[in-house]
């Protein structure tokens, strides 16, 4: 079976949560390496993946559920529906978005820690969960910028708009941002 790019986008995905991007392709370039499709990476044992993967996020647990999700999918497609690739192990909403977004050019919306807090910050929406979130940004968000919107606004959380102590005063869009939960003093006024 040849190495499709939704094989790959699917593994890096897995890989990248809870990891800083240098690292997740760096383990995936390790992992590519030595296992390019799935039935290659179903023969790996999860002690081997996890030398192969090393130091992302949570390594022990990805490395059981890789070889797992690789024997579900050998012979067969990377599933392009999200109730499909949520039956994969390790794989939740905000990997199927992603994979779903960046595999198959759907619209949608993978919602973490930064776009929901982003997201509620800036006053596009009001909630709780990021399941919320997922949804209420597909309600006012234009299709065309549902790809990229987990992208845009990871980056933007992780550098500008952090949970503590924003840098409101080096954001791009501090004046049209309602700062909701923000404190006065982080706020820059």
């Known amino acids: 079976m040849p190495v499709s790019g939704p094989f790959r986008i699917l593994v890096a995905t ?31 044992t999860p002690a081997r993946v996890e030398k192969l993967i090393y130091p992302v996020g949570f390594y022990r647990t990805k490395a059981r559920h890789l070889p797992e999700l690789a024997r579900r999918l050998v012979g067969r497609s990377v599933p392009d529906t ?4 949520l039956e994969l192990p390790g794989v939740g909403r905000k990997v199927a978005n992603i994979v779903l977004s960046k595999a198959f050019g759907r619209a949608a919306i993978a919602v973490d820690t930064h776009v929901h ?40 959380g992780q550098t500008v708009c952090r949970p503590t102590r924003p840098r409101c005063s080096e954001c791009g869009v501090s004046r049209w941002c309602r700062k909701v939960g923000v404190p006065a003093a982080s706020a820059g006024h």
């Open 117 to 156: 807090r982003v997201s509620n910050r800036l006053g596009l929406v009001r909630t709780v969960r990021p399941e919320q979130t997922e949804r209420a940004l597909m309600a006012v968000l234009p299709r065309r910028y549902r790809g990229e919107w987990n992208e845009l606004l990871v980056a933007h």
């Open 82 to 85: 999200l109730e499909e690739l």
């Open 14 to 44: 897995v890989l990248s949560t809870r990891t800083q991007d240098p690292v997740t392709a760096a383990a995936a370039g390790r992992l590519r390496a030595v296992a390019p499709d799935p039935a290659a990476l179903a023969r790996l």
